[in-house]
């Protein structure tokens, strides 16, 4: 689930909320109940990929090199030629 970051203009409020993106946004400010809570775009969170595969070092000429000598743990490397 997304977590969103919402701002209220009157109080200046800030929360972060987990939501289905299916839900509607909210509106009410939890702290001065004003009708002035928005969704703001914010630069925290992202996306991070984690595991073996990810990495452009996991598919370097090194590692198809090792590969050809039987090192590489499947056996076989799919970028090796």
């Given at each position: 689930m997304p977590t969103y970051q919402y701002r209220c203009k009157k109080c200046g409020c800030e929360e972060e909320v987990f939501q289905k993106m299916s839900d509607d946004a909210l509106t009410t400010c939890p702290e001065c109940n004003a009708e002035t809570f928005e969704r703001v775009i914010?630069?925290?969170?992202?996306?991070?990929?984690?595991g073996s595969?990810?990495?452009?070092?996991?598919?370097?000429?090194?590692?198809?090199?090792?590969a050809s000598s039987g090192s590489c743990p499947t056996g076989s490397c799919p970028l090796a030629k």
């Amino acid at each position: 689930m997304p977590t969103y970051q919402y701002r209220c203009k009157k109080c200046g409020c800030e929360e972060e909320v987990f939501q289905k993106m299916s839900d509607d946004a909210l509106t009410t400010c939890p702290e001065c109940n004003a009708e002035t809570f928005e969704r703001v775009i914010s630069a925290e969170g992202g996306f991070l990929l984690k595991g073996s595969g990810f990495y452009k070092t996991d598919y370097s000429k090194q590692s198809c090199e090792s590969a050809s000598s039987g090192s590489c743990p499947t056996g076989s490397c799919p970028l090796a030629k």
